[in-house]
């Protein structure tokens, strides 16, 4: 999809951390925005940040974890917009702890969001864009969801999954003239759950990029149906390679290279945290 130009698109987590810089740059491309996510103040925070550059885009609050809140968000945009072209399935929340400690809640909120709402979410657009013949899906992932991500089992689990979801769909969607596609980022700079962990300092092999080069690379996999992008430093992209070969060497480079002793500070932090 080269032209975006008038494109209805969906952008789900849409009122923090990275989605307000997703939506911008979608915006900027021409793609007529409706945002999601629980939070209205935050959403229309975006909204106003969005509109002043062109189009403003329409805030439709929900919880995409809701079987309900997912029907009516996606018949609110076609009634409002027209049927979704672009959906950006970015809505995640995450715990880091020690995974026994993890309420059995958390464990279902987490995979409710992080998976079972992108795949709800995609079924509901998904007529629409056959019937177009045109329209891509693009699922954030996380560098954890394709590594060993110790403490942050839960959020890994779902993320694996979504990695399992977008290949098994886009083969699924092959001759359609609808792709998907995932991006999957490393700790990202500023925003996000990362920005507030409190670990003591971070292992340089962690790395960290910037909320716009997760952005850009959501554009650059839409309008050249790319399977997936990892968005991280050269190192962590090679270890990324690296765990599909061997993932028993990625783990070990890992914990080397201390990643997994921070996790496990960031966890006890967390767990001590009122």
């Given at each position: 999809?080269?032209?975006?130009?008038?494109?209805?698109?969906?952008?789900?987590?849409?009122?923090?951390?990275?989605?307000?810089?997703?939506?911008?740059?979608?915006?900027?491309?021409?793609?007529?925005?409706?945002?999601?996510?629980?939070?209205?103040?935050?959403?229309?925070?975006?909204?106003?940040?969005?509109?002043?550059?062109?189009?403003?885009?329409?805030?439709?609050?929900?919880?995409?974890?809701e079987e309900d809140d997912q029907a009516r968000i996606v018949e609110t945009v076609r009634r409002e917009?027209?049927?979704?072209?672009?959906?950006?399935?970015?809505?995640?929340?995450?715990?880091?702890?020690?995974?026994?400690?993890?309420?059995?809640?958390?464990?279902?909120?987490?995979?409710l969001v992080n998976l079972f709402g992108?795949?709800?979410?995609?079924?509901?657009?998904?007529?629409d864009m056959l019937a177009a013949a045109r329209g891509h899906i693009v699922n954030i992932g996380s560098v954890g969801g394709r590594t060993a991500y110790p403490y942050a089992t839960v959020n890994s689990s779902a993320k694996h999954g979504l990695v399992g979801f977008t290949w098994s769909l886009r083969e699924e969607l092959r001759g359609t003239g609808v792709g998907v596609s995932a991006v999957y980022p490393t700790l990202i700079a500023d925003v996000g759950i990362s920005a507030a962990w409190q670990g003591g300092r971070r292992p340089r092999l962690l790395g960290r990029v910037g909320p716009d080069d997760v952005a850009l690379a959501v554009l650059k996999c839409i309008r050249e149906n790319k399977v997936e992008m990892t968005v991280a430093p050269v190192m962590e992209k090679v270890a990324d390679v690296m765990s599909a070969l061997?993932?028993?060497?990625?783990?070990?480079i890992a914990r080397s290279g201390g990643i997994h002793s921070y996790l496990r500070k960031v966890a006890d932090a967390q767990g001590n945290s009122p």
């Open positions: 999809m080269r032209d975006l130009t008038d494109v209805v698109g969906i952008v789900t987590g849409a009122s923090r951390g990275v989605g307000p810089h997703i939506a911008g740059h979608l915006a900027r491309a021409g793609v007529r925005l409706a945002l999601v996510a629980r939070s209205e103040e935050g959403l229309r925070a975006t909204a106003d940040q969005i509109g002043q550059h062109g189009f403003k885009p329409l805030v439709v609050p929900g919880d995409i974890s917009l027209g049927p979704a072209g672009v959906l950006v399935n970015n809505a995640g929340i995450e715990r880091i702890t020690r995974f026994q400690d993890a309420p059995v809640e958390t464990i279902k909120q987490v995979l992108a795949e709800a979410m995609t079924r509901l657009v998904l007529p061997s993932p028993r060497l990625t783990a070990w």
